[in-house]
């Protein structure tokens, strides 16, 4: 089956600077890639997605890149802000609609 | 749009009772709902995936005759945890599928259990 990786774990950046959060994947069959944010004590929310047939995605600060020649994908957050501070799951939908998520990324934002 | 709810946010429960936990697809229709468990500081743990009108398929090591699940309408599905123990306390958290076709999940915000 599917397994995602995702790294680092915990994330600590100053506030302005730029965070990067990246995921790699083991089946080549995955083609949707979502990320979401969680809060505490909150359901996920999905913040950014991309298919595999586009290498990268912007929406504002947050973006994502996709490289399916080696399998990995990233979460890049510009100019970040304490209201960033939460954890980022990375996800990929398989051939067989499971999608099998990260394990998180614990970012805090330092003001 | 793609707003998922979940009802109750948190309960407590002695053991041996049971618990219900409602997820809901307000501003659309969901054939498919999930359900996930999420213990503390880790990643989500898919218990079930929930088809509308038909039974639950559930994970591994997953117990189909604690966790109760029924997806009696295109926006609702419920999950019951029977004669609860405390090693069930956990935050469950439902997301859904647009009946569309598209992959992407909304997700709940969550319900708290803890049983004492």
């Known amino acids: 089956g599917e397994n995602v990786e995702q790294h680092p774990s915990t994330l600590s950046v100053q506030e302005g600077d730029s965070a990067v959060i990246k995921c790699t994947y083991s089946?080549?069959?995955?083609?949707?890639f979502p990320w979401y944010k969680q809060e505490l004590g909150k359901g996920p929310q999905l913040i950014i997605d991309i298919r595999s047939n586009v290498g990268e995605k912007k929406d504002q600060r947050i973006a994502v890149t996709l490289n399916k020649t080696a399998k990995h994908f990233s979460l890049h957050i510009t100019e970040t802000q304490p209201e960033d501070s939460a954890v980022y799951f990375c996800a990929a939908h398989g051939g067989y609609q499971k999608v099998t998520f990260g394990i998180g990324t614990k970012l805090q934002v330092i003001p | 749009g793609a707003v998922v709810s979940q009802h109750p946010s948190r309960v407590i429960c002695k053991s041996g009772t049971s618990v219900k936990i409602e997820c809901r697809s307000l501003d659309f229709q969901a054939t498919t709902m999930f359900w996930y468990r999420q213990f503390p500081k880790k990643s989500l743990m898919l218990m079930a995936t929930s088809n509308e009108g038909s039974k639950a398929t559930y994970e591994q090591g997953v117990e189909k005759d604690k966790f109760l699940i029924n997806h009696a309408s295109l926006t609702l599905s419920t999950l019951t945890v029977t004669s609860a123990h405390p090693e069930d306390s956990s935050f469950y958290i439902c997301?859904?599928?647009?009946?569309?076709?598209?992959?992407?999940?909304?997700f709940g915000p969550g319900t708290r259990l803890l049983v004492l």
């Open positions: 089946d080549s069959a995955s083609n949707y």
């Open positions: 997301s859904a599928r647009d009946h569309r076709g598209q992959e992407t999940q909304y």
